[in-house]
């Protein structure tokens, strides 16, 4: 092992949201022409300067330009390398911010680009929009701008872009049948130039983001990568590919022998592949070692981060973040109701600056034993604090049995027990929960979280609103009842307030796509429920109607999915945790009278691995924390799901493994198509799929939906099938849902006659 090298620190991006949102709140104000563009830009330029200026405080050896983006970094790279969906007619190389925008907003000749997740993450990219004609042939100048912009303010930088072959990979081909892989010499001819620029201005490293190197990878798309990397060897800044959010372990050879300066890894996601990689690298290539969590907020065990990597000590090696900071939120320091000890075991982008920083000046040999007795006492205050342990839980936890996760009679004596319940027509109707949530409700909701509004006042106007709900959902002739949801801000951080072992930051806000944000909970403990959460108001909803009334929860692996969870046990244990304590809801619902409850799972599938290989393993554990959240109801108790924005077609076995009597699934947008796989695979329980799409304020007429009605019933037997929409009515107002709703069951009616 040589000993010439000293360590280095970057980060592969910085959250570019702004600590306070900045970003989101100038671009909404641009939009609605409050603000000019130079106005916009200005704040733009504000927030580079003040993240590239915490790097360098943070002694990091560059900063990183080009995680920039007014919108979303897919769509910067379209816009630079040329490659604009031909349908907006923009030319690239003048690409205005408002039609910039246009591309992602859409316009009113065009619908937006399509938008879609980033690998398993919450965060949403537009997905390049390509054909034939797709030229490649450059467009805005914008990275090179931001590189001169922190040259100037006298900072090494290290520029980053989406890689070649993962922004061809990520693209969509608009002409059917046309292989976008006959692109790739564009691309990287575009790609090219683009080095020519940069070597231009001096730029010594550029970072080529390639994580769908941690996909399962079809062999053309791997086989690309070494003649694209091959010839940007001679021209340009040096290279450093990352990877991330998986092990690239089976590709060790490839990148070896790829003709870059350097590969980035990600060690929290995948830590095993270190050895692999260490055990022959070339010394004169960089191995960037992504070692503090980019996904989660707890602070790292330094001593532990040191202890595995001590034996690269010298070698080529960088240190680094797993991927990009941008999953997590700015400053911790913000941060003033978390009480110390909590805020102790967390860090934000900001405070991970400060950790890589330590382990690089620890590897190369500088003193920071104050710095790491400081981390070694907060990780141990974690690791023993009676907040986080809860032994009630962990003795339940120990206890369960198979039992536990089974209703007790199969599906078919659970149907006919519930028929004679329940005695509802063929086709029975209902919704998925939220009806529209009024700005006198948001209003309400927040004075009495502010303490302005007492909480007698509060129950009753609640009340108010799931009376009026109840009335009109009587006066439509809908069969199951739901109350409405007014209550809930959303329907994670309403469960989450009311469990132990979840904390709530204030400004810990994560970019979920364009100036969306969210604030994930911080589900940092064992989870319990202390008391009921849900059963008066539904039981004050039952009370106002003869009709079924739903009970609505949020299921286990949504709870988990949308919370920034612990990293000191596995994902499936929190999981059953949660589970746990939603079966507590479950059960006291069924005492307090309700027959039929909903445990919204949307986020079931988004926690898919992304290798295939693991997918067996999750769905088992997912499938079965559900159905421990189901399962501690007599067979009379009608448990209903419901799912969105998925297709299932290829889970569809998970999905019957979790016993729900009904699920609830978004189709119309797919014209019923989600649906036939549900037919093909004879789905043994009872389904509705979704008749019409709730995200859009059109009125959906009868015959659409008695159309889709009758296309749903020659894929699933009729007797298995209900009419609903296709997802919670809250960001509706009353008189379209009232329209939709009432055409809804005109449309169930006639469809019922031709029984
Ligand atoms: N019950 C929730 C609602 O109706 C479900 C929301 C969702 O599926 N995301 O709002
Ligand atoms: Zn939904």
Redesign the pocket.
Known sequence: MTTTHTTKAHILGFPRIGAQRELKFAVEQFWKGEIDESALAQTGNALRRQHWQWQKEADLDFVTVGDFAWYDQMLNASALLGALPARFGFDAKNLILKQYFELARGNAAQPAQEMTKWFDTNYHYLVPELDENTDFAGGVDWFFYEIEEARSLGHAVKAVLPGPITFLYLAKAKTAGFDKLSLLPKVVAAYARILERLAKLGVEWLQLDEPILGLDLETEWLAAFEPVYRSFAYTGPKILLATYFESVAAHVALLRDLPVAGVHLDLVRAPQQLDVFASNWPASKVLSLGVVDGRNIWVSDLSAILARVAALQGCNIWLSASCSLLHVPVDLAQETKLDDELKGWLAFAKQKLQEISVLKRALNGADVSAELSANAAKVASRAASPRIHNPAVSARIQALSEGDARRHAVFASRQAEQKLRFNLPPLPTTT???FPQTKEIRAARAAFKKGTLAQNDYVEQMQAEIRLAVEKQEALGIDVLVHG?AERND?VEYFGEQLSGFAFTQFGWVQSYGSRCVKPPVLFGDVSRPTPMTVEWTKYAQSLTQKPMKG?LTGPVTILQWSFVRDDQPRSVTTQQIALAIRDEVVDLETAGIGII?I?E?AFREGLPLKKSDWAAYLHWAAEAFRISASGVSNQTQIHT???YSEFNDILPAIAAMDADVITIETSRSDMELLTGFGTFKYPNEVGPGVYDIHSPRIPPVEDMLRLIAKAAEVVPVELLWVNPD????TRNWPETEAALANMLEATRQARQHL
């Open positions: 998925i929960g939220s949801e329907m609505m909903q919204d949307p419901h799912m969105c997802c919670g009515l809250k």
